[in-house]
């Protein structure tokens, strides 16, 4: 996969969740959205501004998957697959979840995804989010395709 990245900075947790919001308007049924970053870094705010942008509807409830591992959401989109795969021992841990399913016929949104190791698909958007002082920077990377769809996102 040629990689190139493009970064992002975000002032505060409204502009983590517009970045999801903003993504959200250019997935389809079978991409695969990759977050990586520490605990606290934002995944699960970018996450939900995502979600409740691909469900039209502002005041969603979105739990973090954190003990449930992935929920499930029918969006006009088509289905999203929420993934956080924090608690998984073992990479073949997910297709106890479901996957594969998700991978073939859903958008999968992948909280922890280093812990898939060589279960990861390499067809994905990585965006890594770092903690900047008091901000956020969302760092993107993928294959050229995905950086053409990426292309001018900003908040």
Not at 4 to 21: F, R, S, V, W, Y
Not at 61 to 67: D, I, K
Not at 95 to 106: D, K, N, R, S
Request: charged share 20%; with cysteine; aromatic share 6%.
């Amino acid at each position: 996969m040629a990689s190139a990245a493009t970064t992002i900075p975000l002032a505060d947790e409204a502009a983590t969740a517009a970045l999801g919001a903003a993504l959200a308007k250019l997935l389809r049924p079978r991409d695969i959205v990759a977050l990586h970053g520490t605990l606290g870094a934002g995944k699960t705010t970018l996450a939900r501004g995502l979600i409740r942008a691909l469900a039209g509807d502002a005041a969603l409830s979105v739990p973090s998957p954190t003990f449930t591992l992935v929920e499930i959401y029918d969006t006009p989109a088509g289905p999203l697959w929420h993934f956080d795969l924090y608690r998984l021992n073992h990479a073949d841990e997910a297709w106890e979840l479901g996957i594969e399913q998700g991978f073939a016929e859903a958008i999968c949104l992948i909280e922890w995804p280093e812990r898939l190791g060589a279960l990861l698909p390499g067809n994905r958007l990585d965006l890594s989010l770092k903690i900047d002082g008091d901000a956020r920077r969302a760092i993107l990377s993928g294959d050229d395709a995905w950086l053409r769809r990426v292309r001018g996102l900003n908040t």
